[in-house]
């Protein structure tokens, strides 16, 4: 019975607005202490956060910070563009393009950047745990 209220939660993540893991109620204990993962997105081109939205697991839920790289390099200084996002593979891979588009715009206009032309754009992405009796109290059993 588990799994489907696991299923609803999950399907209602970052589908009409992003939803940021600060926006999540404490209660739910969240655990993010999984190794990061970094997927490179080519030039806000809306394919790749279909990829990388679709090729997700259907069971669990990933948080995502957005991060523009000029060297590639992780160890190298980065520019986070937001808080930690919440994704799942039903998640809207426009909503969250738009969203870190968004940042990414916000970000130049802030630091007072005319544009960068050499750029990458990585997700750093994480599986994140859940209690799942705090989602069956929260949902319903």
Do not use: C
Request: charged share 25%; aromatic share 16%.
């Amino acid at each position: 019975m588990y799994k489907m209220n696991l299923r609803f939660f999950l399907k209602h993540i970052s589908i009409n607005e992003v939803t940021l893991l600060s926006d999540i109620n404490k209660e739910l204990f969240i655990d993010q202490s999984g190794k990061s993962h970094y997927n490179e997105i080519n030039n806000f081109e809306m394919e790749y956060f279909y990829n990388f939205i679709t090729n997700l697991n259907s069971n669990s839920l990933y948080t995502v910070i957005p991060i523009i790289s000029i060297k590639n390099n992780y160890n190298e200084p980065y520019m986070v563009l937001s808080k930690s996002i919440l994704v799942t593979k039903y998640s809207s891979y426009k909503i969250i393009q738009y969203y870190i588009y968004s940042k990414y715009l916000k970000s130049l206009e802030d630091f007072g950047i005319d544009g960068l032309e050499d750029f990458h754009l990585i997700l750093k992405y994480k599986k994140a745990k859940l209690d799942i009796n705090q989602i069956n109290k929260k949902f319903g059993k």
